[in-house]
């Protein structure tokens, strides 16, 4: 049964992001553990209890956001959700981190009209945020009357990317130029990331999610392990801080180049897994000892080529797609929080 729960001061009404914030902690909990036994129903006796973050945590805390922006000729710059053809203002979203909000409203009262800044997309991961326009060539100087307010929103790099068809496709390989600031910065668990690294939204969570990955693999000297889809490290970096050898394979340049910032002693890999699997095969048959297979896919899940390949033909010693990590946004986020994406 739902039950009903109070939006909170800032909260849009008609935004469609928050698909639980009509319910109470213990509903929306509720509805995650009946998912997530309809979803792996063979393996319903592998799931843990799901892990709430703190009631405080609920709200303030999503610090990787991407926002729509549209110019409207009677208020101004609007930064929200699409809905069809509608835009949904989310100024003040209370899931938002205070730094996320402070860039929104400054970017609101200082940016030119669209008729000079053809602004498309507002990208804000960590203390790192882009400016996506819809141009090949893009005045920086436009920039000028928000950059003496950036520092006091906390964020610690400002880019514009100059990306003519952005839309499904956010990002491209060009067009990047660092603005204003560092073109780094760290994030809770003191790893470095860009601009458009994936984090994940709770780090306590994610902190728990890779100790409990740990505790199952216990990587050691003498056991290697192969990490797909690895991010821009923090596995890595946990297996290698045990001792492991350790490979892995992500498709993200920045990613790449991260990891070997973050976790120096693992070899990293750029491409798809599916495109990877004749380095795998290779690493795989060079490691003496125990191997195993850490495996944290995005969204669409494992390409079956992968599956064919762990499990008929690497067969580690421990291999699994981590239910928990399969489904951590829906499982182990706040509420009301909108399922992150990779």
């Not at 860039?103 to 030119?112: D, F, I, S």
């Not at 008729?115 to 991961?125: D, E, G, I, N, W």
């Not at 290698?240 to 992500?250: D, F, K, N, R, V």
Request: charged fraction near 20%; proline fraction near 7%; aromatic fraction near 6%.
């Amino acid at each position: 049964m739902s039950v009903p729960y109070s939006l909170p001061t800032g909260c849009e009404p008609t935004c469609h992001g928050c698909r639980h914030r009509q319910l109470d902690e213990a509903a929306s909990l509720g509805q995650k553990a009946s998912y997530l036994a309809r979803v792996l129903g063979p393996w319903t006796d592998r799931i843990a209890p799901l892990a709430a973050p703190a009631a405080a945590r609920r709200l303030g805390y999503r610090d990787r956001v991407t926002l729509t922006a549209r110019w409207d000729a009677a208020t101004g710059w609007r930064f929200g959700l699409m809905r069809r053809d509608e835009l949904i203002a989310i100024h003040d979203c209370p899931v938002h981190t205070p730094r996320v909000r402070a860039l929104v409203h400054l970017l609101v009262e200082r940016l030119p009209p669209a008729s000079v800044l053809p602004l498309a997309y507002l990208h804000v991961c960590g203390a790192q945020a882009t400016l996506i326009v819809k141009s090949h060539q893009t005045d920086v100087s436009l920039l000028d009357p928000v950059m003496d307010g950036l520092a006091a929103t906390g964020l610690e790099g400002l880019w514009l990317h100059q990306h003519p068809s952005a839309g499904r496709k956010l990002f491209a390989r060009s067009g990047w130029t660092l603005v204003w600031g560092r073109a780094r910065s760290r994030d809770a668990h003191g790893l470095l990331h860009g601009p458009t690294a994936f984090a994940q939204a709770l780090s306590e969570l994610h902190r728990a999610s890779l100790e409990a990955a740990v505790a199952h693999l216990r990587p050691a000297r003498g056991v290697a392990v192969l990490d797909l889809y690895c991010g821009y490290g923090a596995s890595l970096r946990a297996w290698t801080a045990a001792g492991s050898a350790a490979l892995g394979i992500e498709l993200s340049g920045e990613a790449v180049e991260l990891c070997k910032e973050n976790a120096p002693r693992a070899e990293v890999l750029r491409g798809t897994c599916v495109a990877r699997l004749p380095q795998v095969r290779a690493w795989w048959g060079e490691q003496g000892g125990e191997r195993v297979a850490y495996v944290n896919p995005p969204r669409s899940g494992l390409e079956p080529e992968v599956v064919t390949a762990l499990s008929v033909e690497l067969r580690p010693a421990v291999w699994r797609t981590c239910p928990a990590a399969r489904a951590r946004s829906v499982a182990t986020s706040p509420p009301c929080a909108m399922p992150a994406t990779r």
